[in-house]
């Protein structure tokens, strides 16, 4: 078996700036341990397999998994396999939107201002975390319990815990621990000052399936959450642009923004940087 494989650089505003995706098409042959199996060689923080759709009013299915699990629903995944989808000659049923079937349901993507953008799907689980769960959060970051200024479960797929701190200088401030006894999923943002190209500073980190925390270069998923979470809470009330991967060396921006309806897009820049092909299965 021969697949296609590409190298996509998402949300990143220059070339090789951004967090880096595999995305395997034709991939329906696979098993899911193949695929598990291939995500672990390839050893990004996800890699995308393209299906046929199984939903009718789906343009193509996706299924993406992370070094240890498969995911219902992620970010920058998302727009790679769009962006691979697209650049592979594939069109839409629909001349204004593209429709991604995956384990969270269908996810809408529309080419807005020159980029994709993923509508941001409901989240799974809101409110706020217990003590405990907070504790558990402020331990890892290592941070005083003044120093948050609001924390809520934000969880669309991935599990997230977000953590809203003063400023981006306090976000980018954070050492985090390097290991961690179990699951956990934490969301950081904060403000920049008024003048900057991004409004926010974001980071994620999570532990992996050796428990050791990782922090993720830029996380589509996550600031779909953020945003939604910001709108709500009156935080922001406009369209704004979001920086991650700092602190890694990248330069990811996220542009955001809420239309007509109430509907929160999340867009970045896709850009294929290697094409090519699977041997060996």
């Known amino acids: 078996m021969t697949l296609a494989v590409h190298m996509v650089d ?33 050893n990004l923080s996800e890699t995308a397999f393209l299906l046929s759709p199984t939903h009718t009013d789906a343009d193509y299915r996706v299924r993406i998994f992370t070094l240890d699990r498969e995911m219902p629903f992620a970010g920058h995944p998302t727009l790679g396999s769009c962006h691979v989808w697209l650049s592979t000659g594939r069109v839409p049923k629909k001349a204004t939107e593209i ?17 994709l953008s993923f509508a941001a799907p409901p989240l799974i689980r809101s409110g706020a975390p217990t003590q405990g769960e907070l504790d558990g959060a402020r331990q890892l970051l290592g941070i005083e319990p003044c120093d948050i200024l609001d924390a809520a479960w934000i969880d669309n797929g991935p599990g997230w815990l977000g953590i809203r701190l003063a400023s981006a200088e306090k976000v980018l401030s954070l050492n985090p621990l390097r290991n961690w006894a179990g699951r956990i999923d934490v969301g950081v943002v904060g403000p920049h000052a008024k003048g900057r190209d991004a409004a926010f500073e974001v980071r994620a980190f999570f532990s992996d399936h050796l428990g050791a925390i990782v922090e993720d270069p830029v996380t589509g998923s996550l600031n779909a959450s953020i ?48 094409e090519g092909r699977l041997h060996g299965l």
Not at 102 to 113: D, E, H, K, Y
Request: proline residues 2%.
């Open 10 to 42: 998402v949300f990143g505003a220059g070339p090789f700036s951004g967090n880096p995706l595999a995305v395997v098409i034709g991939a329906d042959a696979l098993t899911t341990d193949e695929m598990q199996q291939l995500t672990r060689w390839f």
């Open 99 to 115: 429709i991604q079937e995956c384990r969270a349901g269908l996810v809408t993507i529309r080419r807005m201002q020159g980029r």
């Open 227 to 274: 945003a939604q979470w910001l709108f709500a809470g009156g935080a922001v009330d406009g369209d704004y642009v979001a920086a991650q991967g700092t602190r890694l060396g990248r330069h990811g921006r996220l542009h955001v923004g809420r239309d007509d309806v109430g509907r929160i897009w999340v867009g970045g820049e896709t850009r294929t940087h290697v």
